[in-house]
């Protein structure tokens, strides 16, 4: 804004009254002067003058208004004049042309609303905010200046006096959180209801009345604390359920294992007695002592010795041996040492052979003791294995031999 337009008035230190306008008094803005005598004027001065008078102000010789224009010189040494801002509360100071275009916030200043009010530049915002003047958009659509409003509102579609008769005009669309929220007239819970059970209900203006009154009012500092404490609690509560029911689930977990091993370990058991069964049942049927395989390749480095011998075994924790006696085509049985009285066994040798027919067996009862230790039988066969051993021999991967299988039992069972 043009600061000659706010009527800034300024002070100047001026060097002689003849460099003022002679028109108003002041220093001459936008200063022409006067083609005879050189005195200065404020431009709109001279042109308001000139219409009225054809004569200069100061020497009242003849001027012609069209031939006026602002003088750079003259503009120069206005704008060298050293002045201050003479609005009350302004401190502005310094060169003209500083002090003339600052925006003045103590300049004086009218309400262009129409309320005639006058404030200072730079509380114009408060005053619009609350000048009655101004206009404002009702939600009708209306435009309306504020001190119209309540006349307008008795005829304006979306307003409506409150239903609950407190005396306030509302929006329509706003009259449920009036009545709900801020209505005076209607009935509303102690704000103490919410988070402590107050059970005050009654209306709203007469909820500050019982406020003073109101034990929880007294007490929520610590009823507060106490509130904060139960839900620290709660949520202890809650971590510790879910530890519980992770626990749970393992212990769940380790329940469904042992079961599996239970089943295993029965399985187990199962599978022992079986085969406990089974070697009772060797020991009670089966008396097979020894099996002994005679290598017949070696047959004639002892074709002519009286007996061939096994390798000695155990049996009813005694030493034994088999014999061969290939003379007399005879087999038999030698107890090592036998020096704790009478054995009497059930003996059954079985000879296998290559050949069917020549499968023999021989079974016998002897009494072993301590003068006779060893026993011998002839096979059935009419025909010697020493005549032919090869033929009687089996053949397998890596020899070739007559097997004897021994079968001993005790005679006293
Ligand atoms: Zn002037
Ligand atoms: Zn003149
Ligand atoms: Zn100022
Ligand atoms: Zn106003
Ligand atoms: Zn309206
Ligand atoms: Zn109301
Ligand atoms: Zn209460």
Known sequence: MNSRERHIKITADLGSEEEKCVICHEVPYEPCLCASCEQPFCKMCILNWLCRSTQCPACRKEMDGSKLSVSKFAQR??????????????????DYSIVMEHNCEYEPTQCTAGCNATFLWKDSTIHYESCLYISTLCDCGSTVKKKDLEGHYKTCSSHMNCL?????????????????????????????GPSFQCPWVGLRSDLPTHIESCLFEKMKGFLAGMQLQVSTLKEKVECQSRTITKLNRNVEALH????????????????????????????????????WSLDVRDYNRFRNRRFIESETFTFDDRQWSMRFYPKSNCVGLALEDSDDGWLDMNVTIVLISGNTDQNDMVTFNYNFGPNTRAVARPLRSGR????????????????????????LSDNDE
């Open 164 to 192: 609950h008769g407190c005396g306030q005009i509302i929006k329509r669309r706003e009259e449920f959180t009036h009545s709900t929220y801020s209505c005076p007239n209607t009935k509303t819970h102690c704000t103490h």
């Open 384 to 407: 010697k294995i020493s005549e032919d051993p090869m033929s009687a021999a089996n053949n397998f991967e890596n020899g070739t031999y007559i097997q004897f299988d021994l079968f």
């Open 256 to 291: 469904r294992r042992i079961d599996l091993l239970e089943d295993e370990k029965a399985d187990l058991l199962d599978r022992i007695d079986c085969l406990e069964q089974n070697s009772e049942d060797e020991s009670v049927d089966d008396n097979h002592a020894h099996t």
């Open 77 to 94: 040494a206005v704008n060298k004049l050293q002045c201050k801002c003479n609005n009350e509360g302004c401190s502005t100071a310094g």
